[in-house]
């Protein structure tokens, strides 16, 4: 059963609704993973995604901040939520679909401005999650699984626009990069889009504070996504969907795009 899968950070799905269901509407994944939706879940317009076909939605939220939601037109059922770094935040939920395969949505902290857990408990917080999210997965390796999400962190020198001019920026951090390595190491996992599209700049993210974010075009690849070892084949035909980061009141990500055939 093939399917496509989408994967978004929308930076408040209530303020950006029609971008979610333009975006349903007009690419029509299968499922569709976002992340920072700001919402407490029973607040979520699951309404108007369920009038596009989308009846079907897992989610953990939270008032103004993190939270994730998987939309789905394929019946999917709740498969749990991790509370990682003893955070309390909304931050993590798996689903399951009828063939067996698990998903999970992360939105991993963003680390503040300072790559320093000594001046900067953000920074901290977000090495401590992707520590609990390595143990995690060594712990219960995945099997039939797919990761996807903002995890905040651009690990090839090709994810970033200036590998040199950002190796002391959050998110592009030689620390940061070798936690991020941890996590897919314990969990066996395989970066679906690079395997996909081996070479060049790519980018999921544009800040808002450029001017002409298309034209400067200084951009990281924050948003991922990848496949357990045992299923990491059937994966294919990925890209990033660069148009949505220039819709109107757009979100600073892009969407993320893969057909998985299970």
Same mark, same amino acid.
């Given at each position: 059963? +093939?399917?496509?899968?989408?994967?978004?950070?929308?930076?408040?799905?209530?303020?950006?609704?029609?971008?979610?269901?333009? $975006? =349903?509407?007009? &690419?029509?994944?299968?499922?569709?993973?976002?992340?920072?939706? !700001?919402? +407490? %879940?029973?607040?979520?317009?699951?309404?108007?995604?369920?009038?596009?076909?989308?009846?079907?939605?897992?989610?953990?939220?939270?008032?103004?901040?993190?939270?994730?939601?998987?939309? @789905?037109? $394929? +019946?999917?059922?709740?498969?749990?939520?991790?509370?990682?770094?003893? $955070?309390?935040?909304?931050?993590?939920?798996?689903?399951?679909?009828?063939?067996?395969?698990?998903?999970?949505?992360?939105? %991993?902290?963003?680390?503040?401005? /300072?790559?320093?857990?000594? /001046?900067? /408990?953000?920074?901290? *917080? !977000?090495?401590?999650?992707?520590?609990?999210?390595?143990?995690?997965?060594?712990?219960?390796?995945?099997?039939? @699984?797919?990761?996807?999400?903002?995890?905040?962190?651009?690990?090839?020198?090709?994810?970033?626009?200036?590998?040199? *001019? =950002?190796?002391?920026?959050?998110?592009?951090?030689? /620390? &940061?990069?070798?936690?991020?390595?941890?996590?897919?190491?314990?969990?066996?996992?395989?970066?679906?889009?690079? #395997?996909?599209?081996?070479?060049? *700049? =790519?980018?999921?993210?544009? @800040?808002?504070?450029?001017?002409?974010?298309?034209?400067?075009?200084?951009?990281?690849?924050?948003?991922?996504?990848?496949?357990?070892?045992?299923? #990491?084949?059937?994966?294919?035909?990925?890209?990033? $969907?660069?148009?949505?980061?220039?819709?109107?009141?757009?979100?600073?990500?892009?969407? %993320?795009?893969?057909?998985?055939?299970?």
């Amino acid at each position: 059963m +093939p399917f496509t899968l989408a994967t978004w950070n929308i930076n408040s799905v209530r303020l950006r609704a029609d971008l979610v269901a333009r $975006l =349903l509407r007009e &690419e029509g994944p299968d499922i569709l993973c976002l992340q920072e939706c !700001k919402s +407490p %879940v029973e607040k979520i317009p699951a309404e108007i995604f369920a009038g596009l076909g989308y009846l079907h939605m897992v989610a953990r939220g939270e008032k103004g901040y993190n939270g994730v939601a998987i939309l @789905s037109r $394929l +019946p999917i059922e709740e498969a749990g939520a991790l509370d990682l770094a003893g $955070l309390g935040h909304a931050r993590h939920i798996a689903g399951r679909l009828e063939n067996g395969v698990t998903i999970h949505n992360f939105y %991993v902290p963003a680390g503040g401005d /300072v790559p320093d857990r000594e /001046v900067n /408990v953000k920074f901290g *917080q !977000k090495l401590d999650y992707l520590t609990d999210m390595r143990d995690f997965f060594r712990d219960s390796r995945p099997e039939k @699984s797919i990761l996807v999400g903002d995890l905040n962190i651009a690990p090839r020198e090709d994810d970033v626009w200036s590998h040199k *001019q =950002l190796l002391k920026i959050v998110s592009h951090t030689p /620390v &940061e990069v070798d936690h991020l390595g941890g996590v897919m190491e314990a969990g066996g996992w395989c970066d679906v889009t690079r #395997a996909d599209i081996p070479e060049g *700049q =790519l980018y999921s993210w544009w @800040s808002y504070r450029a001017r002409d974010w298309d034209e400067a075009d200084k951009g990281r690849r924050l948003d991922h996504v990848w496949a357990s070892g045992d299923i #990491a084949a059937a994966g294919h035909g990925s890209r990033i $969907l660069r148009a949505a980061r220039g819709w109107d009141k757009p979100s600073d990500h892009a969407p %993320v795009f893969a057909t998985f055939d299970l």
